[in-house]
């Protein structure tokens, strides 16, 4: 849970350290009310008033001053002194008696805050914290074998191994075991960020589902053959365009342009096979065939249309050229998979279906028409086709292959339709003809390769 205003602010985390910082301030409050600090209550008072103070500054820096790093480390050393502070307590009062409360109260303390700096998961903050405590620790109890047994070296090694040494061993323990669960999580912190900058990078070019199996799979994807539609977007006079315009004008319109296109994509379950400057390559079927890939591609290329004119007609309105879409669209068999080629993977589709999804877009540009499809995309459609202003060419020829095809196509609504027809077209073919005429004749003949 984030706060609105602060993004980075984690409410939980804010919380826990409170009640930790809490629970620490009621023990040595305490600790003072039950005079467990006898010839050291200045001392001691000083430390719960600075340690509460210190409290209220960390929470509201947390709070309002989000992802600071230097911050924590600063609380985390002035936590760590007052902890010493404590410790070295026993030395400032004076002579030293057999109560061990002061010092049991200093450990429990430093155990409290020991895990508030493991809570932020961060190791540095563990090693600062448990590293001033421990020398501050084992300091004090060489400076009270020191000062109190100076009979012989033997007696001083005696009085320094005593129980609160061991105390301090199992402090050290304590901050270790907590290092490594410190560790182990900013290790997978790490592998999290680059995951999700992984899927980050793959949703840009593929739709959710796509991106999901690409992560389950990987490199297992190699290149198959399957059936897929292909499409093939591209502007009209996007390189007069490009003659003119500022870099601003132009990096603000191709954005602009392909956001519409790959959102509309994705949208449709399709995948953005690559941007090839003002070109967008979709297809659908891939990396895994379905049975309504072909359906699913026609309505994706009628929203295109839509979303494409309605884009137009806006640049006109803001004083930006009037650039004009073309759409071809295939279905056929491809190879597609993770092309490798040493220094960079490639996951993409090639393939005689390509070709002519990139000459029907060729071919929509000469007629004029926002939409060209082929007769194999209709053949392979499930549902009945859009109704639509359909117009038919039989045997259009296209550069680089043997054979013609038989493509339908729409109608530019603003534009001189039959200005770009070319001979054998059949205008105002309904829906229904359309299916007709495809599925009571005979199959279409094959692709032919290339010339």
Known sequence: MTSSLHPQWDFARVFRSIILRFVAFAILVANFLLGGNEGAEGTHSIVIVSYLTISIAAVATARYVPGRSWLKTFFVVLDALLVSLILYAHILAGPVTENHNLTTTSLVVAFILLNHAGLQLERRLVLVFSGIVLVAWVAMLAITAVRHHTADAISQLASFFNQDLGLTVSFGFTAFAIYLLARDHDRTRKEALKADRRRHNLSRFFSPLIVSELQERGQALGLERRNAAI?????????????????????????????????????????????????????????????????????????????????????????????????????????????????????????????????????????DAPLVISCDLVARLQAPVPAAAWMSLTSAALPGRRLPIDVWYLPRENGSAGAGHAPGYEPGVSQTALQRSLFQSSPPAPDGGMA
């Open 231 to 367: 499409m093939f977007v591209d502007l009209r006079d996007f390189t007069s365009f490009t003659e003119t315009a500022t870099a601003r004008e132009l990096a603000f319109v191709l954005a602009e342009y392909r956001q519409l296109v790959s959102q509309t994509i994705f949208d449709h379950g399709g995948t953005v096979d690559k941007f090839i400057g003002d070109g967008v390559m979709a297809v659908f079927g891939q990396p895994r065939p379905k049975e309504d890939d072909a359906d699913r591609a026609l309505a994706c290329a009628l929203d295109l249309v839509d979303t494409l004119s309605d884009w137009r007609n806006h640049a006109v309105r803001i004083g930006y050229p009037a650039l004009d879409a073309a759409i071809g669209l295939h279905y056929g068999t491809v190879v597609g998979g993770v092309l490798d080629s040493g220094c960079h993977s490639e996951f993409t589709v090639i393939g005689d279906a390509v070709n002519v999804a990139q000459r029907l877009e060729t071919l929509a540009k000469s007629l």
